[in-house]
């Protein structure tokens, strides 16, 4: 329902952009709901990276403040996360989430394994 992309091997200090695409099912709920990023990195619980609701209104993890940047495209169903400045420490699988508008349901993306080298 959820497909995300773009993750890979990067030196410390490069760039990558996820993109998450909501399938078909999940269409009609993308637009007024809440979009973001979590990722887990090996032995951590997940956490949250970014997250973006259907009016715009950002929220970031402390450790990426300034570094990652999350947009959303309603017409494409499409949510980016544009990782710069990255750090050994962002090392982890990367999950797309979708947040429904009302019951507050939680989707999930299968994950992107995101690999910072130092």
């Known amino acids: 329902q ?9 030196q410390a200090g490069g760039s990558l952009r996820l993109t998450c695409f909501a399938s078909r099912a999940i269409t009609s709920t993308f637009n007024p709901s809440d ?5 887990q990195a090996p032995g951590k619980q997940r956490e949250l990276v970014a997250q973006v609701t259907s009016s715009r ?10 570094r990652f940047t999350i947009s959303r ?10 990782m710069d400045s990255l750090e050994p420490e962002d ?5 797309c989430s979708l947040i429904t508008y009302g019951d507050r349901r939680q989707f999930w993306g299968q ?3 995101v690999t ?3």
């Open 2 to 10: 959820l497909q995300a992309s773009g993750g890979g091997l990067v």
């Open 35 to 39: 979009v973001g990023w979590y990722r």
């Open 57 to 66: 209104i950002t929220t970031y993890g402390e450790s990426v403040k300034g």
């Open 73 to 82: 495209d309603d017409a494409k169903k499409k949510v980016y996360l544009q």
């Open 91 to 95: 090392t982890g699988i990367y999950y």
């Open 111 to 113: 994950g992107t394994l």
């Open 116 to 118: 910072v080298s130092s």
